[in-house]
């Protein structure tokens, strides 16, 4: 896995509520999973980038579910790092911190795909194709929950 692949792998795993402390763990997952299907005589995936990205948004949902999300929200937050397309200084935090409540809010399905889609840049011909489920339930998933994070954010009156 490159090291391009390794941060798309580590950032999915944030926004999916994976605590830094155990990031490392998920990406060795991730590692180990594709290395289990090479062994096993299956087919490499078409997209490993996307395969990897879904397994990551997996393992986090899992994650998620065992944990019910005993760390903080910071956490995940630091995890990211900076990110160049996003506003700077306080307004920039702010907005972070939002829609990372804002993401922390949305259903697990929902909030799968988002990241997917946003952070992780998959197509949603990909992500249906990785969650073997149509393009159109991705696509609503997404419609629903962007209106959803608009909804919060303008709530929150942070735009």
Same mark, same amino acid.
């Given at each position: 896995?490159?090291?391009?692949l $390794? #941060? ?5 795993? /944030? =926004? *999916?509520? &994976?605590p ?11 590692r ?6 090479a ?11 996307a ?19 005993? $760390? #903080? ?5 630091? /995890? =990211? *790092?900076? &990110?160049d397309?996003q ?9 972070s ?35 073997g489920?149509p ?8 419609h ?16």
């Amino acid at each position: 896995m490159d090291t391009a692949l $390794e #941060r798309r792998v580590r950032a999915v795993l /944030a =926004l *999916g509520g &994976v605590p830094q402390a155990d990031l490392l763990d998920g990406v060795q997952q991730v590692r180990l999973r594709l290395l289990e299907r090479a062994a096993s005589g299956r087919e490499a995936p078409r997209d490993v980038a996307a395969w990897a990205a879904v397994v990551a948004s997996n393992l986090a949902m899992d994650w998620h579910r065992a944990r019910r999300r005993q $760390e #903080r929200l910071g956490e995940r937050l630091s /995890a =990211l *790092g900076p &990110v160049d397309h996003q506003p700077s200084g306080e307004d920039g935090r702010l907005l972070s911190l939002a829609v990372a409540r804002g993401l922390d809010a949305l259903p697990d399905a929902q909030r799968q795909v988002i990241v997917l889609r946003f952070y992780a840049d998959l197509p949603v011909r990909a992500i249906a194709e990785q969650l073997g489920v149509p393009e159109g339930t991705v696509k609503s998933r997404l419609h629903t929950a962007v209106r959803a994070l608009r909804d919060r954010l303008h709530e929150d009156e942070v735009v």
